[in-house]
T-cell receptor, first 117, second 111 residues
């Protein structure tokens, strides 16, 4: 158990809908990361928050947004869903803000499976 | 700029034989390197990490990796494969603004 908690574990929704994925980081971790994993694109970094502020942006679509709250939990909002958004969405956390640097290890949650039908 | 290449998309070994998963990296500064394992329908679990201390890094479940700067490699090894090692393995390079994941290597273990 990594200590990173994600909900829901599975979600099925229709095209055009909006969903929210939730993540609680490990105790003491200030950074939260969101990743998308699909069969055709592999593991893609979406966005990172550090202590409530956006820190880095990856391949995140404009239809997607995220935020980190004062209690450090984070939410990833996916809107106007398309079939191609079906994927496993991971949340991860780390103590510091710089990914991987100086041993700043990233710990992953179990993921949220999103199926868009 | 940083990049990471996992040289094999699939590796198949017999139970009890050695495992070698190959990873080459590119980094303009001293990198942090990681190996993660992902079992089916699970999250990524950290196996081991290199952060400029000892070049031979020991991880969980009998895995280890050796950092070779001259070869820009960070190959993952295990002396004897177990059925439970069947999974996908990701080599990761960090140390900068973004962490870069390799494409993954699927390890198959035959009985």
């Amino acid at each position: 158990d990594s200590g990173v908690t994600q909900t829901p574990k599975h979600l099925i929704t229709a095209t055009g809908q909006r969903v929210t994925l939730r993540c609680s980081p490990r105790s003491g971790d200030l950074s939260v990361y969101w990743y998308q994993q699909s069969l055709d694109q592999g593991l893609q970094f979406l966005i990172q928050y550090y202590n409530g502020e956006e820190r880095a942006k990856g391949n995140i679509l404009e239809r997607f947004s995220a935020q980190q709250f004062p209690d450090l939990h984070s939410e990833l909002n996916l809107s106007s869903l398309e079939l191609g958004d079906s994927a496993l969405y991971f949340c991860a956390s780390s103590v510091g803000s710089t990914q991987g640097a100086g041993g700043n290890t990233i710990y992953f949650g179990e993921g949220s499976w999103l199926t868009v039908v | 700029a940083q990049s990471v290449t996992q040289l094999d998309s699939h590796v198949s070994v017999s139970e009890g034989t050695p495992v070698l998963l190959r990873c080459n990296y590119s980094s303009s500064y001293s990198p942090s390197l990681f190996w993660y394992v992902q079992h089916p329908n699970k999250g990524l679990q950290l196996l081991l990490k290199y952060t400029s201390a000892a070049t031979l890094v020991k991880g969980i479940n009998g895995f280890e990796a050796e950092f070779k700067k001259s070869e820009t490699s960070f190959h993952l090894t295990k002396p004897s494969a177990h059925m439970s090692d069947a999974a996908e393995y990701f080599c990761v390079v960090g140390g900068g603004f973004k962490t870069i994941f390799g494409a993954g290597t699927r390890l198959f273990v035959k009985a």
